[in-house]
């Protein structure tokens, strides 16, 4: 069975300041990894996912997660943070098989200015 | 182009009413999930269907939940006699494939409250 904790339930940060959102997994095999936001009152939307390949993901609109099979982590990462990044993130695994994703319970990312 | 659509927005029934959510998928995706998502939480696996096959039932809370996708394209999600702890958001995705590189299109959900 698969597992994704998120430590942290709520990060609050100022704007312009770096970012980091943990994100652990376990897993007995073979794992695809993702981000994804969710802004209030609406679905969510793919930041970026790991495959196969290069441990360092990057996605859209600046964030990048980087795969750590040693310490079974996916750690979501911004350098400089907007007021607009205020949205709760949700980390997911899947296995190889079809795409049915295991949630973490989200961190809320409060930018303030 | 449209993405995946969900109705209604919000519903509230009282406790032990039916109710059914409805998914329409985005045209020609074979991949078609539903996922519940309570206040506070992650989104949680349902159900899964590919074209009209239910291929994983397996995250069904109870024999009440039971979810349709008879054409291949627009799914039904019901919950009969409908309980408090039934409160949620309730997620449809659609992907265009069937492995996990194929990227999940989420709706906007379904709230339902249970009074």
């Known amino acids: 069975a698969q597992s994704v904790t998120q430590l942290d339930s709520q990060v609050p940060v100022f704007e312009e300041a770096p970012v980091e959102l943990r994100c652990n997994y376990s897993s007995s095999v073979s794992v695809y990894l993702f981000w994804y936001v969710q802004y209030p009152n609406q679905g969510l939307q793919l930041l970026l996912k790991y495959l196969s390949g290069s441990t360092l993901v990057k996605g859209i609109n600046g964030f990048e997660a980087e795969f750590n099979k040693s310490q079974t982590s996916f750690h979501l990462r911004k350098p400089s943070v907007h007021i607009s990044d205020t949205a709760e993130y949700f980390c997911?695994?899947?296995?190889?098989?079809?795409?049915?994703?295991?949630f973490g319970r989200g961190t809320m990312l409060l930018v303030s200015p | 182009g449209a993405g995946v659509s969900q109705s209604p927005r919000y519903k509230v029934a009282k406790r032990g009413q039916d109710v059914a959510l409805r998914c329409d998928p985005i045209?020609?995706?074979?991949?078609l999930f539903w996922y519940q998502q309570a206040l506070g939480q992650g989104p949680e696996f349902l159900t899964y269907f590919q074209n009209e096959a239910q291929l994983d039932k397996s995250g069904l809370p109870s024999d009440r939940f039971f979810a349709e996708r008879p054409e291949g394209s627009v799914s039904t999600l019901k919950i009969q006699r409908t309980q408090q702890e039934d409160s949620a958001v309730y997620l449809c995705a659609s992907s265009l494939g069937t492995s996990s590189n194929s990227p999940l299109h989420f709706g906007n959900g379904t709230r339902l409250t249970v009074t």
């Open positions: 997911a695994v899947s296995d190889s098989g079809y795409s049915t994703l295991t």
């Open positions: 045209s020609g995706h074979v991949s």
